[in-house]
């Protein structure tokens, strides 16, 4: 019964090929998100979704589009695929509370770009 | 924007030892800061969240100091267990705002 589960846990992949991480959360929770996580270790928000409103870092490239089908999934297609987009992408969830709003997070998938 | 930093040490200590993680945060406006505990393989583990009108939260084993007027923070981790060895992040965000992690520490726990 994992609240956030992503699929797959490991992904290696040739450059230019498009691939996608699928994400699903059983917390019912509003929103959702997608971190990427560098060598350093260092999380980065992506993406985040909630039913009303999709928030863009505009740092992040157009290649990688989140696709949300209903609320609990949030899933990540990268096109093009490029050797730095190798990282560890995480997934998470939350929803507005009067005091606590700690994120749920997933796993993680590891994406090499080779 | 937030920006939540830590010097990124890799702090070691001995199995029964205090440890301390510091974290400092730039936005004046944030209200509402967590850390994070992240093991190898694993995503992110919620351990203890505080609000911006508390100075102090305790939990199990765990404390989170909070300074304002310097803008830091703080978690201690009392008689540290080797299975408290991780990646230690504090997070912060203002409003419902999207979360902004800082860099991580690594905690080593010998025994």
């Known amino acids: 019964d994992t609240a956030v589960s992503q699929t797959p846990k490991y992904l290696v992949t040739q450059m230019g090929n498009d691939k996608s991480i699928k994400c699903e959360q059983n917390?019912?929770?509003?929103?959702m998100y997608w971190y990427k996580q560098d060598s350093k270790k260092f999380l980065k928000i992506m993406f985040s979704?909630?039913?009303?409103?999709?928030?863009i870092n505009e740092t992040v490239p157009n290649r990688f589009s989140p696709k949300s089908p209903d609320k609990a999934h949030l899933n990540l297609h990268i096109n093009s695929l490029e050797l730095g987009d190798s990282a560890v992408y995480f997934c998470?969830?939350?929803?507005?509370?009067?005091?606590?709003?700690?994120?749920?997070f997933g796993s993680g998938t590891r994406l090499t770009v080779v | 924007g937030e920006s939540v930093g830590l010097h990124l040490p890799t702090l070691s200590v001995q199995e029964g030892d205090n440890s301390i993680i510091n974290c400092a945060y730039s936005?004046?406006?944030?209200?509402?800061f967590i850390w994070y505990k992240q093991e190898s393989g694993k995503g992110p583990q919620f351990i203890i969240d505080?609000?911006?009108?508390?100075d102090k939260r305790q939990g199990q084993r765990v404390t989170v100091l909070l300074n304002k007027t310097v803008k830091h923070l703080s978690l201690q981790i009392a008689a540290t267990q080797p299975g408290d060895s991780a990646v230690y992040f504090c997070?912060?965000?203002?409003?419902?705002?999207?979360?902004?992690f800082g860099k991580g520490t690594m905690l080593l726990v010998s025994p």
């Open positions: 998470a969830s939350s929803q507005e509370a009067e005091w606590s709003y700690g994120y749920t």
């Open positions: 917390l019912g929770h509003d929103t």
């Open positions: 979704y909630n039913n009303k409103e999709l928030i």
């Open positions: 936005n004046s406006a944030s209200d509402y």
């Open positions: 505080i609000r911006s009108n508390m």
């Open positions: 997070a912060g965000t203002s409003g419902y705002s999207t979360l902004t």
